[in-house]
C-alpha cells in the first residue's frame, strides 16, 4: 500500500506484481513448420485442399472453405516476397520475448511471401521511411545457428537494393 | 417477434488519463447513478446488468462478478459479461438490445469501463496477439495501425495535412464536449503535423490517447420507454461483421468489415443513401487515417475519396453529415468503454441533448465499433421506432 | 415465449491435455462436426456467439484466437466472457428478437495450459481477498464446511454425490474421469480444504461444445427432434464471500424460480424428468438439491441418502465432477439435457426424458447462477 498526495487529494495504491505463466499448444502445422526452419532453412505454408489459397503463416483451418489443412498440405514458400506496407516504430514497446523495451526505432513491413495468398508482418533492416517503397522486393535474413523459433532464427527481412 | 428497444437513459464519467482518486467499482458506479438518475430509475427497475472491460488491462478475472454487484445494481439480478477488445462496448451495445428486443427483460443496464492504467495496456495488448506467429514482433494496436495508414495512403493519396485535419475537427469538437479527455479547442493542423512521428506515417496527435472512465446506458422496450422520456432513441439496427483470425490476412488499406456491416445495417434501417438519410455519426476512429479509410467503408463517399469528402467541410460540425461531434476516439478513449460511448453520443444526438456539440435536427444516427482483427460494428438510432 | 430450439449438439471427449490441438483446430472439430451431424455447411449458420475467457486461454480477445474455426469470416460473432450456459442465453435472445434464424453457441477451454489456481485466485478483488490466496478450492471448502455445520450434513453424504457422478460417468463417452469410485475412496482420498477431499472435487479438463439454435420454422427444416426452450431465470449473488449466504444458494434458489415459473413447472422433482447441474464440488451438488426445490433447505444429504442406490436423474453425464473443462460448463449441462430430449443419450439415456433442466454458473461458490428449462417435442 502506498499513500501519495496529488493536488487536494490523498491517492492510496497497492501493487500487485504476479506472473501467469502459460503453455501454449501451437499444432502440429507449426510444430512441422519450426522443424523444417531449424532442420531445414525453410518456411512453410498451408494450402487448402479446395480453394487452394496458401496461407501463411500456416494454419489448421481455410476460413473461405470452412475444412481442415493437414501436414500433407504445407507447401515451401521462397524466403522472398514483395512489400505491400510499411511502418517505422519510433516508440517504447515491451518486448513479449525478453520482457525489456524492444530498442527502437526499427523497420515493421507488411509483405507477401511469393506465392502465399496472405499477408504476413515481420521486421526489416531500414528505419528511413524514404528509403521505403511499397512493391519493393523483400529476403529473408537467417541466423546462422537456427533453433527453430521465429524472431530468432529469422530476426528480420532485408530489402533487395534495385541494382542487385 | 422484435420488441422496440430504446435508449432512454445515460451516464459517463468524465474521461482522463488516469482516475487514481477512485477505485474500479467507485469509477464506474459514477456513471451508472447517473444513468439511473437521468431515467430517474431505482436501482430496483433495472432486469439485468450486461457490463464489460478486458481482463487483462486491469488483472481481474470475471470482473463482472465484481463490477456488476459493487457499481452497478445487479446483486439477485443476471449480470453477464461480453468482451471483444476495441468493439466491447458495442459488442455490450448490441447484447443490450438483444435482451430487450427478444422480450425477455424490459429495461436493461448496459456498462463499459475501462481503468486501463492499473494493469498496463502493454501487456493487455500484447496477449491479444498469437503467441506464436505475431507477439515475437509486435509493436501493439499502434503498428497494425501504422500499417494501415500507410497502405491507404499509398492506394489512393491522402496526406498527412488531411489526416491531420481530422485530428483537428475532432479535438475541437471535443472542446464542446463536457466529458472528452482530450479537449483542444485552438488545435492547429501544424501542431498536429510537427508533432513526433511515433510510426510513420502516424505522428503522436494522429494516435487516439488511452482514457480511464465508464459510460452506462439504460435500455427500455416500448412500453416501458415512453413512461421515461419523451425523447427515447430507439434502435433501428445493429449488424456484426468479422473477419479472418489474422487481422494481417489481407490487404490493409480499408475495412472490408465496416462494408459489410454498414451495408447490412442500412438495409434493415431502410437507408439508401447514408449521407443524406443520416444527420450525425459517431465512428470509432483509432487514428486520424482511419477516419477518413472508415467514412469510405461506411460508404458515405467512394473509396479513396475519404479525404476530399472532409476537405469538403461535409464531416465538420457544420456539414451534412457530422462525424465525431463529440470529439470522437481521437479525443477519448477508455477501450471496453470506447464504442459504448460512441452510441451513447448517437443516442444524445438524437435526444437533441448534445449541448454546445449538438447537432440540429437529428433524426438518425449512427454508431461504430472497431476492434480485434479488424473487425466492425454498427448500430443505426433514430428518433422514432422503426415502423 | 416465442420458440427457441436446439436443433443439435456436438462434444468433443474431455481430456486432461489436449496438448496436440490448438485453440483452433479444437473448436473446429466440434463445429465441424455440428455440421455434419446435420447435414449443413457453414453459409447455413446466421450468426455465432462463443463463450471463453481470456486469463484462461493467456489471450486479450481470447475470441480472436477462434475466429476462422467458428465460421465467423464476413459474419456477426460476439463472446460472452463466462460460463457457456450465458452464451446460450444470449444465443436464444439473438433468435427471439427476430434478427437471426440460427445461432451457433460454441464454447471451448484448456484447462491445462496455466495454472488454475493462479487463474481462479485472479477472480478475488486485488484490494482485500487476493492476498488471502484464496481460490475456487479454498472457497469452496469455506463453503462446505459451514453448510456442513448448519444443517448436520456429513463428509459420507457428500462422498455419494462424487460416488454417484463417477458412476454415471461410465456410460457417458464424452467423460474425462471414467473410473468408479467407492465412498471410502473419497473420504480417503487427500484432504483438500478440510472437508473437501482430493475425490470430493472436479478434475480440470480440456475440451469444446457447440449447438445449432434456430427458430420454430428452421426447426422443423432440420431435425425430428428439436429442443424447446422453456424457462429461462439467472441470478448472481453478492461477490464478497462475507456478504453471501454461504449456506444456501439464494441467487440459485431465484434463478430457478424464475425458470419454473416461466414453464410453469410447480413441483420440480415431479415434473422435471432429468437435471443436469454444475457440481463444482460433492457437497455443492447438495445445497443445488436444496435450492433447486427438489427437497427443502437443509436435507439434502438426506435427499441423497433416500436416492443413492436409485436412478436419480441427475447428472447422467457424470457432471462437472467427471468432466470439467470450466468455462464450456454450463453449456455441456444444456447439450446433454438436449442429448436426453432427443433421446439420443444412449447408454445414459433417462427413459422417457420430457423436460430437462440445466444450471449453469460463473465464478466462486455459485456468484452466478442460470437455470434453463427444455423441453421435447
Not at chain 2, 160 to 187: C, F, G, W
Amino acid at each position: 500500500m502506498s499513500k501519495t498526495r496529488k493536488g487536494q487529494e490523498d491517492i492510496f495504491e497497492i501493487k500487485w506484481k504476479t506472473d501467469l505463466p502459460y503453455r501454449y499448444s501451437i499444432g502440429k502445422l507449426a510444430v512441422k513448420f519450426f522443424e523444417e526452419l531449424k532442420e531445414n532453412k525453410k518456411i512453410l505454408g498451408s494450402k487448402c485442399p479446395k480453394c487452394e489459397k496458401v496461407h501463411f503463416p500456416p494454419r489448421a483451418v481455410c476460413a473461405d472453405c470452412f475444412i481442415k489443412m493437414t501436414l500433407d498440405d504445407m507447401v515451401e514458400l521462397p524466403p522472398r516476397g514483395t512489400l505491400e506496407g510499411f511502418t517505422v516504430v519510433n516508440y517504447p514497446f515491451t518486448d513479449p520475448s525478453t520482457g525489456g523495451i524492444r530498442p527502437f526505432p526499427y523497420g515493421y513491413a507488411l509483405f507477401k511471401l511469393d506465392g502465399a495468398d496472405t499477408y504476413t508482418m515481420h521486421f526489416v533492416n531500414e528505419t528511413d521511411v524514404t528509403k521505403m517503397k511499397i512493391g519493393q522486393r523483400v529476403e529473408a535474413v537467417f541466423n546462422d545457428e537456427l533453433i527453430g523459433d521465429l524472431t530468432a532464427d529469422i530476426p528480420y527481412f532485408r530489402i533487395i537494393k534495385e541494382e542487385e | 417477434m422484435t420488441n422496440k428497444t430504446a435508449v432512454v437513459g445515460i451516464g459517463q464519467t468524465k474521461f482522463r488519463s488516469k482516475r487514481r482518486d477512485v477505485n474500479i467499482p467507485e469509477m464506474i458506479y459514477e456513471a451508472v447513478k447517473m444513468a439511473l438518475d437521468d431515467a430517474q430509475l431505482e436501482p430496483k427497475d433495472i432486469d439485468a446488468i450486461i457490463i464489460g472491460n478486458m481482463d487483462h488491462f486491469e488483472g481481474i478475472n470475471f470482473s463482472e462478478l465484481w463490477t456488476g454487484i459493487d457499481a452497478a445494481p445487479g446483486y439477485l439480478k443476471p449480470v453477464v459479461k461480453v468482451a471483444t477488445g476495441g468493439t466491447t462496448g458495442s459488442s455490450l451495445a448490441i447484447c443490450g438490445y438483444h435482451n430487450i428486443a427478444s422480450g425477455i427483460y424490459d429495461k436493461v443496464l448496459v456498462v463499459g469501463w475501462e481503468k486501463l492504467n492499473e494493469g498496463g495496456a502493454t501487456t493487455g495488448i500484447i496477449t491479444a496477439f498469437d503467441p506464436v506467429w505475431e507477439r515475437p514482433s509486435l509493436a501493439g494496436a499502434l503498428g497494425p495501425l501504422a500499417l494501415m495508414a500507410g497502405m491507404y495512403s499509398a492506394k489512393y493519396g491522402i496526406t498527412s495535412e488531411q489526416a491531420a485535419k481530422v485530428t483537428v475537427k475532432n479535438r475541437s469538437n471535443a472542446a464542446n464536449n463536457p466529458y472528452a479527455h482530450l479537449q483542444m479547442p485552438d488545435i492547429t493542423i501544424d501542431y498536429v503535423m510537427s508533432s513526433q512521428v511515433i510510426s510513420y506515417p502516424l505522428r503522436l496527435h494522429d494516435c487516439c490517447p488511452q482514457s480511464e472512465g465508464a459510460c452506462a446506458l439504460i435500455y427500455a422496450n416500448e412500453k416501458e420507454a415512453k413512461k421515461i422520456t419523451d425523447t427515447p432513441a430507439w434502435f433501428h439496427a445493429v449488424e456484426t461483421a468479422h473477419y479472418y483470425t489474422f487481422g494481417t490476412d489481407d490487404k490493409m488499406y480499408d475495412l472490408p468489415t465496416a462494408t459489410i456491416a454498414s451495408k447490412k445495417a442500412y438495409k434493415r434501417a431502410g437507408i439508401k443513401n447514408p449521407i443524406k438519410d443520416l444527420d450525425v455519426a459517431e465512428i470509432y476512429e483509432p487514428t486520424s487515417w482511419s477516419e477518413l479509410s472508415w467514412t469510405e467503408a461506411l460508404g458515405f463517399c467512394k473509396p479513396g475519396e475519404g479525404g476530399k469528402l472532409l476537405d469538403e467541410g461535409i464531416t465538420q460540425m457544420s456539414g451534412e453529415l457530422p462525424v465525431n461531434p463529440s470529439g470522437g476516439v481521437l479525443s477519448t478513449n477508455p477501450i471496453g468503454a470506447t464504442a459504448l460511448v460512441r452510441v451513447a453520443e448517437a443516442a444524445i444526438q438524437i435526444m437533441d441533448r448534445g449541448g454546445k456539440r449538438q447537432v440540429p435536427d437529428v433524426e438518425k444516427a449512427l454508431a461504430m465499433g472497431f476492434g480485434g482483427s479488424l473487425w466492425t460494428e454498427v448500430m443505426i438510432l433514430g428518433n422514432e421506432p422503426l415502423r | 415465449m416465442d420458440k427457441v430450439a436446439i436443433v443439435g449438439c456436438a462434444q468433443t471427449k474431455y481430456e486432461e491435455d489436449k496438448i496436440d490441438l490448438t485453440y483452433s483446430e479444437l473448436v473446429f472439430d466440434v463445429v465441424k462436426q455440428l455440421h455434419n451431424d446435420l447435414g449443413i455447411s457453414n453459409d447455413d449458420v446466421g450468426c455465432v456467439i462463443t463463450s471463453s475467457n481470456d486469463f484462461n486461454d493467456g489471450r486479450t480477445i481470447a475470441n480472436m484466437a477462434i475466429q476462422d474455426a467458428v465460421g465467423s469470416v464476413r459474419k456477426s460473432e460476439s463472446r460472452v466472457s463466462g460460463d457457456g450456459a450465458f452464451a446460450f442465453v444470449y444465443g436464444a435472445m439473438r433468435i427471439l428478437s427476430g434478427s437471426y434464424d440460427t445461432v451457433l453457441v460454441v464454447s471451448h477451454c484448456k484447462c491445462s495450459e496455466v495454472n488454475q489456481y493462479l487463474v481462479n485466485n485472479s477472480i478475488f478483488d486485488p484490494y482485500y481477498q487476493r492476498h488471502l490466496g484464496l481460490d475456487q478450492i479454498s472457497s469452496a471448502g469455506l463453503m462446505a464446511n459451514m453448510y456442513m455445520n448448519k444443517y448436520g450434513i456429513t463428509e459420507e453424504q457428500a462422498a455419494k454425490v462424487a460416488v454417484k457422478n463417477r458412476k454415471y460417468a461410465l456410460s457417458n463417452p464424452y467423460a474425462h474421469l471414467q473410473k468408479e469410485i467407492s465412498i471410502d475412496d473419497v473420504l480417503n482420498s487427500k484432504m483438500m480444504a478440510h472437508p473437501l477431499k482430493e475425490l470430493d472435487l472436479p478434475p480440470f479438463s480440456d475440451g469444446a461444445v457447440a449447438m445449432l439454435l434456430t427458430n420454430e420454422e428452421k426447426a422443423k427444416k432440420l431435425t425430428d427432434t428439436p429442443v424447446w426452450l422453456k424457462g429461462y431465470g439467472s441470478c448472481t449473488d453478492a461477490y464478497y464471500l462475507g456478504h453471501r449466504n454461504m449456506t444456501d444458494l439464494i441467487a440459485l434458489e431465484l434463478a430457478a424460480k424464475t425458470a419454473y415459473k416461466m414453464a410453469g413447472v410447480t413441483n420440480p422433482l415431479k415434473e422435471v424428468d432429468v437435471f443436469e447441474v454444475y457440481d463444482a464440488f460433492s457437497f455443492h451438488e447438495l445445497m443445488i438439491y436444496e435450492s433447486l426445490g427438489l427437497c427443502d433447505k437443509g436435507e439434502g444429504g438426506k435427499f441423497i441418502d433416500e436416492h443413492f442406490d436409485s436412478q436419480l436423474p441427475i447428472n447422467k453425464s457424470g457432471g462437472v465432477l467427471s468432466s470439467n473443462p470450466t468455462m464450456a460448463n454450463g453449456l455441456i449441462r444444456v447439450a446433454e439435457i438436449a442429448t436426453q430430449l432427443m433421446g439420443k443419450a444412449d447408454k445414459r439415456q433417462v427413459d422417457g426424458a420430457k423436460l430437462g433442466l440445466a444450471h449453469g454458473m460463473n465464478g466462486i461458490c455459485s456468484q452466478g447462477n442460470c437455470v434453463l428449462l427444455f423441453g421435447g417435442e
